[in-house]
């Protein structure tokens, strides 16, 4: 089981209705992403990297060729089915951060544990941890709104870990970060993989960071180059 990949990617293609017809946007993509890996995905905007992502992390299904994740065919499973696969195990960090604003920065970190039943006195004090882990601590009761765009992110990328997933999927992680912030978030990722051992998928448009993964996969136009 050991050497199973978490992700097995063959003959992947997507298509979408454009105004002017049918667009295909991933075009016979293939690649496997086995534990503990760190894998940047690179490419010009509109190459498919998002797409790529959503699919992978099945919030997606609608593709055609094989995309497993954890050994299962994601297009074959139901919305429950996938949404159980990912539950706990998966992390998201969507391009837009996607916090809920009526809940501060704390109650947001927690809200998977919350979704969970997994709330406890040591899960909340890992809540606490990875607050001081991003710089945030002193923030823990602020609401989105009063946040700036780089402490967003952060938090919602507490939020992606706080339930230790097995894979962790982030689209431009540092997108909104200065150098600064944007070091201390791909530090803490490295930590997070290194410690935890949790596989780390990521855009980025940063070579110096994709530098540091095991694996770049570079998109051009919907296919690996
Ligand atoms: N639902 C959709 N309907 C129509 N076109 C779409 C849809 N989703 C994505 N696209 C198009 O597919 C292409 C790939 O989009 P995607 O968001 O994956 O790019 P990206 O590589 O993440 O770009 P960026 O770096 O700008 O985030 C783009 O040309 C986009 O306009
Ligand atoms: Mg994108």
């Known amino acids: 089981m050991l050497n199973n990949p978490l992700v097995e990617v063959k003959h992947l293609q997507k298509t979408v209705s454009a105004h002017f017809g049918l667009l295909k946007i991933l075009n016979g993509v293939n690649f496997a992403i086995y534990t503990k890996e760190t894998i940047a995905i690179l490419g010009a905007s509109g190459s498919g990297k998002s797409s790529l992502l959503s699919i992978m992390a099945g919030l ?13 065919e994601l297009k074959d ?10 539950k706990n195990d998966v992390g998201f960090v969507f391009q837009s951060f996607l916090l809920i604003p009526e809940l501060n920065a704390f109650q947001n970190i927690c809200l998977p544990l919350e979704i969970s039943g997994l709330i406890n006195p040591q899960t909340t ?3 606490n941890s990875l607050l001081t882990r991003i710089g945030l601590s002193d923030r823990s009761n602020h609401y989105p709104a009063t946040m700036s765009g ?7 990328l507490a939020r992606a870990f706080i339930t230790k997933p097995k894979i962790l999927f982030l689209d431009e992680p540092t997108g909104s ?21 949790t596989t780390i998928v990521m ?6 960071v994709s530098q540091l993964c095991d694996k770049v996969l570079t998109l051009k136009a919907g296919s690996l180059v």
């Not at 139901?78 to 696969?85: P, T």
């Open 77 to 86: 499973l139901n919305e429950d089915q996938r949404s159980a696969l990912r």
């Open 125 to 127: 004090d890992f809540a």
């Open 60 to 72: 997606d299904p609608e593709y055609e060729g094989s995309v497993h994740l954890f050994g299962q």
């Open 203 to 208: 855009v980025t448009h940063d070579t110096e």
């Open 177 to 197: 970060l200065d150098t600064e912030n944007g070091q201390r978030i791909i530090e803490l990722l490295f930590e997070l993989n290194q410690d935890f051992g």
């Open 150 to 156: 780089g402490e967003q992110q952060r938090i919602a």
